[in-house]
């Protein structure tokens, strides 16, 4: 149907193999790894379904061998021009392909509230960043979160902080967002990026409209 289609409401990484990363190799994506995907469908409901997938390290013979990740994803139907949710189609038929949800062995971190002195990254929503929805790509939250604290770090937010910034200039090694609101072309977009000592974790809260740091439009 024209008029319907899936939003991705939330992705989450929930474990990854550490030792895939290394202080002295720049980039995850330079590493080879050959990995199995097992995945299943853990929720149904009256909008929306999430799947649960488990990546594993394959080894030499094929065979599934360490758990590599865990990843989580959220879909919902919605009408294409106003975003309402819709019920899901044939839900009855996903509900029997319904599995219990495997047993989390991390869970999303609880976000503080933004303390006062929060650094603040200032930008703008890019067209060529959106999709044919009209808003921006949900790939593209990630990239801010990294962007904003890349910027913190830069302007100096950190700097009274050693261990802090130690951290801050590391690869990211996990990260959950929480989907509230979309974000449209051009639309000013301030992230507010604090660290969070429980869990040794950035937290980024991104606003859209004027006022930076205070601005009114919604909390993303």
Not at 14 to 37: K, N, Q, W
Not at 49 to 75: K, M, Q
Request: hydrophobic share 35%; with cysteine.
């Amino acid at each position: 149907d024209d008029s319907t289609s899936w939003v991705s409401a939330a992705n989450t990484i929930e474990s990854i193999d550490r030792d895939a990363l290394s202080s002295a190799t720049p980039s995850f994506y330079m590493h080879d790894v050959e990995v199995g995907i097992e995945g299943s469908l853990a929720h149904v409901g009256n909008t929306s379904f999430r799947g649960e997938f488990r990546l594993y390290r394959l080894n030499e013979d094929g065979s599934a061998g360490a758990l590599f990740a865990t990843v989580a994803s959220t879909g919902v139907y919605v009408e294409k021009e106003s975003l309402r949710p819709l019920p899901l189609p044939r839900r009855e038929e996903l509900l029997q392909h319904c599995v219990l949800q495997s047993q989390r062995t991390t869970r999303s971190p609880q976000a503080s509230q933004r303390p006062s002195d929060a650094y603040v990254w200032a930008t703008a929503v890019r067209q060529t960043e959106c999709d044919n929805l009209g808003h921006l790509n949900n790939t593209r939250y990630a990239m801010y979160a990294e962007d904003a604290v890349g910027a913190a770090v830069y302007h100096g937010a950190f700097s009274d902080q050693p261990g802090v910034l130690a951290l801050a200039q590391r690869p990211s090694c996990s990260m959950h967002i929480n989907y509230i609101h979309e974000v449209k072309p051009y639309e000013p977009l301030y992230c507010a990026v604090w660290h969070e000592p429980v869990g040794h974790a950035f937290v980024v809260e991104m606003r859209i409209g004027e006022g930076g740091s205070t601005a009114d439009g919604g909390t993303l």
